[in-house]
């Protein structure tokens, strides 16, 4: 079997992903053509698992003091250069056509009347869950921004629509949870937004996450500059999580049973959903403004039980294998049959406003 996997690369979470699919599809022994847009190749890393991958300009998001800019991005496009890429893409002769949010491919695939199987977190948005500040504008761009026929959505919960638990990467660490240690990881946000609030709480030791050059020790704050590694360890051994409302590192918390802290991104539709949609399933808190107050509030509650989510890279590559992208119901039940139900997760959270 063959098949042409489209990637957008403008986020680390998106790769990640794919590595995960590259590594079940390997062990099939599939040949994947892999594509890659959204940022220059030169600027991609730890690609080994895609091969001699195909990489595009495809569309980049206009983003203004973390926030996405939907109309913005619309607008300013190169579509001439979007037209060109769309052109050199091949489509012919693949057996499937997957898609992670990636527009180059899938328009290539939608001009030549082609089945294209789009699985992404952003495809969860397609469907009717939690959402906050959408309008026309953002429902518009989710829908056309990487078009396909078969839409299914990654999320924490199915929300009874054609959604699969998160992609999460196996890991080797130990999860040991040391009391009152806490991982920062804000990357919209700098040290001078972060830190004040930090020192108001000695007793408790924060690894913050920052691009910085160096790792330094303030007391009980310890900066840190990102490397996947150190990450890693740091999130397996903390208590608690301090982040932005995307879905990977949170998904990674959930899994690991951390206790979270999430900030959305002003303006931005999909991290103000996220944040909404931790708390209505009481996997975490959230807040807007992460001031003493917010921070003061959560420290103090319970940490989570793990949720142990299915292994749904193998068995979505089994299923797409065997089926072609047919009877998504009995894959999605079979995946969701032995998670527990949210309100057995979680024995305590709150929402800190």
Excluded at 13 to 39: E, L, N, P, Y
Aim: with cysteine; net charge neutral.
């Amino acid at each position: 079997m063959k098949i042409l996997y489209g990637v957008q690369g403008t986020g680390n979470g998106h790769v990640t992903r794919a590595r995960i699919m590259a590594k079940a599809f390997a062990a099939k022994g599939v040949q994947v053509d892999w594509v890659f847009s959204g940022r220059p190749r030169e600027d991609f890393f730890d690609m080994q698992a895609f091969g001699d991958f195909q990489s595009y300009r495809g569309l980049t998001f206009a983003v203004k003091s973390g926030r996405i800019l939907y109309l913005k991005t619309a607008l300013q496009a190169n579509l001439m250069q979007l037209n060109d890429d769309i052109k050199k893409v091949n489509v012919e002769g693949y057996d499937l056509i997957i898609n992670d949010f990636e527009p180059v491919s899938a328009h290539a695939a939608k001009r030549a009347g082609k089945k294209v199987i789009g699985i992404s977190h952003q495809n969860a948005f397609l469907h009717k869950i939690p959402k906050k500040n959408n309008n026309l504008v953002t429902d518009w761009f989710m829908q056309n921004f990487a078009p396909v026929t078969q839409a299914i959505g990654l999320h924490w919960h199915h929300f009874n629509q054609p959604i699969l638990p998160p992609l999460i990467e196996p890991s080797h660490y130990p999860n040991e949870s040391l009391h009152k240690h806490y991982l920062v990881y804000l990357p919209f946000a700098g040290l001078d937004d972060i830190l004040p609030q930090l020192r108001k709480f000695p007793d408790y030791e924060f690894f913050v996450y920052q691009n910085v050059p160096q790792a330094t020790d303030d007391g009980h704050i310890h900066i840190r500059p990102f490397s996947r590694e150190g990450f890693q360890k740091d999130l397996h051994r903390c208590e608690g999580v301090i982040c932005s409302a995307g879905f990977e590192l949170p998904s990674e918390a959930i899994q690991l049973g951390k206790k979270l802290l999430v900030q959305p991104v002003a303006g931005q539709m999909e991290q103000a959903s996220n944040a909404l949609a931790l708390t209505q399933l009481g996997y975490g808190s959230s807040t807007n403004l992460l001031n003493e107050a917010a921070i003061g509030r959560w420290l103090p509650l319970m940490k989570p039980n793990p949720i142990i989510y299915p292994d749904v890279a193998n068995k979505l590559v089994d299923w797409l294998l065997k089926t072609g992208g047919e009877n998504f119901e009995e894959l999605q039940q079979s995946l969701w049959r032995d998670m527990p139900a949210p309100n057995e997760i979680f024995s305590k959270t709150a929402h800190a406003k």
